[in-house]
């Protein structure tokens, strides 16, 4: 429920600026003016058949408001969502370096890296030795610095010695 009161409150907004009733003082005034004219034309004349045309000539704003906000309740959910991905996403990046800076920071991130390359390298190949499939060996260095390059990561493998790999920054 609380959800909806949001997406409500946020399409009044957005649908108050398309019809350019964004000031709440200006929109109170607009609305009490088309109440009170439909009121006026709904008391003055003797001819009941011009009555539904008067009060939809005087309703016209009101009516066009609601089309504005109608359509602003289909959008702004997906808006909203939005949002919510992009901050959701913002979070996670900051947790993320975080993570890595209580794990000691470019070098543990690397290694990381490094690791995650050694299983799309095992998923991908076929001559993986069982060093490799026990996480004993690494994959080629040439195989590690093009993936690495390709994205676009400023250091490389300098050279592996076994289970020990040691990088550099180019």
């Known amino acids: ?17 398309d019809v350019r009733l964004e000031k709440v003082p200006f929109a109170v005034v607009v609305i009490s003016q088309l109440i009170l004219a439909m ?12 009555l539904p ?16 906000f109608l359509a602003r309740m289909t959008t702004t959910p997906v808006v909203m969502d939005a949002e919510r ?11 993320e370096d975080q993570y890595w800076a209580a794990l000691g920071g470019d070098n543990a ?11 799309l390298y095992k998923l991908g190949h076929d001559d993986v030795s069982p060093d ?22 400023p250091w490389r493998v300098a050279r592996i010695e076994r289970e020990n790999i040691y990088t550099r920054m180019i």
Not at 85 to 95: G, M, P
Not at 109 to 119: F, I, K, M, S
Request: aromatic share 6%; hydrophobic share 55%; glycine share 6%.
């Open 1 to 17: 429920m609380k959800y909806w009161l949001e997406v409500a409150k946020r399409a009044g907004a957005q649908a108050g600026k």
């Open 39 to 50: 009121l006026l034309l709904a008391g003055v004349g003797r001819d009941a058949a011009n």
């Open 53 to 68: 045309t008067r009060i939809a000539t005087a309703a016209l704003p009101l009516l066009i408001f609601l089309a504005f």
């Open 85 to 95: 991905r992009a901050r959701i996403a913002e979070l996670e990046a900051v947790a």
């Open 109 to 119: 991130r690397n290694h990381a890296r490094l690791h995650q390359l050694r299983e």
């Open 132 to 153: 490799l499939h026990a996480g004993l060996a690494w994959p080629p260095m040439e195989w590690l610095n093009d993936m690495l390059a390709k994205q676009g990561l």
